[in-house]
């Protein structure tokens, strides 16, 4: 390996792709030889060589860094020389210039845990495996995928907790202790709407309830509690078997992944079962991710070295330098005010919403009319953002079809961290461009359709990858932020700032951004409505009569504009199926 030569690292698996990109220091920097610098990490979507096709795991190395020296690609279910090779192949295609290593992920966790030593490694997060290494000899125990394995995984551990209801709910009609905390962290009302959620949630979905079993048995939930003590018993059970396989008497066992390294009750419970029937063992948490261990492997040097990340001064000032993350110094007291006081303070920042919509109306118009003429040409209008402002657009979306009778593939959301991200926050969901690019792949976005972009700071990677990609492909592109110094490297056909100015609470967008983003969206979309045809005076003529009140409003506007009465107005409204603008095209009005 040769001082400054870019290394790239790549563990992937059925929940993530992790990457992370490192170089030595150039000749001439203390201990050079002894470092690796961290120039830039990542996550991308799930890769398991097994499940992911040839052609996804090209889109998914396509967003990886380009020119580096080495590459070391370690993927899940990735066991055979035939598997390396194939992978190796597909890794040429992206890096035809760099040196490749390929292999399983277990490599990568090994590497990362014990560099070239022996000892074991218990990898817990939405899955589940135990590896160990003796000389040159391996063994390993589950890793089996959730549907047969993966016991002690979050997947496991969660599954668990979701069949403990239901068989408490059966043989009892009780619900146990823990039943409202998970309604409560999935938005749901009762346990009929769990069973739906249940039967269409994949592994990842499933697996991300583990924090909420940890809250439950942190709590003293004696049932939960029972679930963790059985996951750890499991992967206890296995790195006794890998220990006793390779002879190791007092193995080095070293904890990997998000369950370990998160919450201690479970690092606790499985070293107390682990010492029961192999005192010597010396366990320790990992002090290095896999994707490092990759890295490590690619750059093929004998020792592990330290390793250093520092962020660029630029991408510091530059979000520092971003209006909504400034302090209002209206509000620096906030904590010495009375309630009313707030309430005022509140009320008068509103204003400043006002001033922003008032700025952009020039923007905003021109917004309705690209947006016009893309649904005109058979386009779709999708709305891309993160945390609150993907929430918003799902929103805003999500309420066209039953107010304007339009197909929900008119008008889409899409919101970093999916479904889950929408009543809880998704750990890191927003950071990575190449995810934004790959879910405008995914929607298959065209020419004719039009993406816009929610970010409040106007610097979020995802928003802005999936802005870059749906530019690259020939569709228009709207980018809608609340900093007026917005990323001058993004390209779109249009930029809409809504200068709020500073948070009453820093950084908060949820705030002042949050209300004229809404307000933006809603002038967007049913202006766009109104353009294609979809009211007739300030009514609404295609609304979905879904539930009564949406029916009587209908009635009400049939007996308005007919001049008949209610009965009559409803007899024609069922002759025609509800359908309100058939109605009021044969009256004529």
């Not at 802005?464 to 390209?491: D, F, H, M, W, Y």
Request: overall charge neutral; some cysteine.
């Amino acid at each position: 390996m040769n001082p400054g030569e870019k290394i790239l690292g790549v563990e992937g698996g059925g929940t993530k792709t992790a990457w992370v990109l490192v170089a030595r220091p150039v000749a001439g920097v203390a201990d050079a030889g002894s470092q690796l610098q961290i120039l830039d990490q990542g996550k991308l979507p799930p890769s398991n060589f097994r499940l992911a096709t040839p052609e996804r795991l090209r889109s998914i190395f396509r967003e990886l860094p380009k020119e580096i020296a080495r590459v070391g690609v370690f993927l899940a279910g990735c066991g055979t020389a035939e598997d390396r090779q194939t992978l190796s192949k597909l890794c040429a295609e992206t890096w035809p210039q760099a040196k490749i290593i390929t292999g399983s992920d277990r490599d990568s966790d090994l590497a990362a845990a014990l560099g070239h030593g022996d000892g074991i490694v218990v990898n817990a997060g939405s899955g589940s495996s135990v590896t160990g290494r003796r000389d040159n000899r391996t063994e390993k125990a589950g890793g089996w995928g959730h549907i047969l394995g993966d016991a002690g995984g979050g997947y496991f551990l969660s599954i668990q907790a979701l069949r403990l209801i239901l068989r408490e709910y059966d043989l009892h009609r009780g619900e146990v202790q823990f039943t409202a905390r998970i309604l409560r962290a999935l938005c749901l009302n009762n346990l009929d709407e769990l069973v739906r959620w249940a039967q269409t949630a994949d592994k990842m979905e499933i697996a991300r309830l583990t924090p909420v079993v940890f809250e439950a048995a942190a709590s003293g939930d004696a049932r939960v509690i029972e679930i963790l003590e059985e996951g750890a018993r499991v992967l206890s059970e296995y790195t006794e078997a890998v220990a006793t396989r390779l002879h190791l008497l007092a193995p080095k066992v070293i904890l990997l992944g998000g369950l370990f390294q998160r919450d201690s009750i479970y690092a606790h419970t499985f070293r107390r079962r682990l010492k029961k029937n192999l005192p010597d063992a010396r366990i320790a948490m990992g002090e290095r991710t896999p994707e490092l261990g990759a890295a490590w492997l690619a750059a093929e040097m004998q020792e592990f070295p330290s390793v250093q990340f520092q962020p660029t001064e630029e991408k510091i000032e530059d979000l520092a330098a971003a209006l909504t993350e400034q302090r209002n110094p209206r509000s620096e007291s906030l904590e010495k005010l009375s309630a009313r006081q707030l309430v005022e303070l509140f009320i008068e920042e509103e204003k400043f919403v006002q001033e922003a919509l008032r700025g952009a109306i020039d923007d905003l118009t021109k917004a309705i009319e690209i947006a016009t003429a893309s649904l005109r040409k058979g386009g779709r209008l999708i709305y891309v953002g993160a945390g609150t402002s993907g929430r918003l657009g799902v929103l805003d979306a999500s309420e066209i079809p039953p107010t304007f009778g339009a197909s929900s593939e008119m008008i889409q959301g899409i919101i970093a961290g999916g479904l889950t991200a929408l009543h809880r926050s998704v750990e890191g969901a927003e950071d990575e461009e190449g995810s934004g690019a790959l879910v405008v792949d995914e929607r298959g976005v065209k020419e004719i359709d039009l993406v816009m972009g929610i970010s409040a700071s106007g610097r979020t990677p995802f928003i802005l990858g999936a802005l870059r990609r749906a530019r690259s492909l020939g569709a228009r592109t709207i980018l809608i932020s609340c900093n007026p110094a917005t990323e001058k490297n993004v390209q779109v056909d249009l930029s809409i700032v809504l200068a709020v100015g500073p948070e009453i609470l820093a950084g908060s967008t949820r705030l002042k951004a949050g209300t004229a983003t809404k307000l933006a969206l809603n002038i967007i979309s049913t202006g766009t409505m109104v353009m294609l045809g979809k009211v007739r005076g300030n009514l609404m003529i295609d609304l979905h009569a879904s539930s009564t009140k949406l029916r009587d409003r209908a009635i009400r506007m049939v007996a308005e504009l007919s001049g008949c009465d209610y009965n009559s107005a409803r007899a024609q409204l069922e002759a025609a199926n509800w359908n309100l603008r058939a109605v009021l095209d044969k009256i004529g009005t």
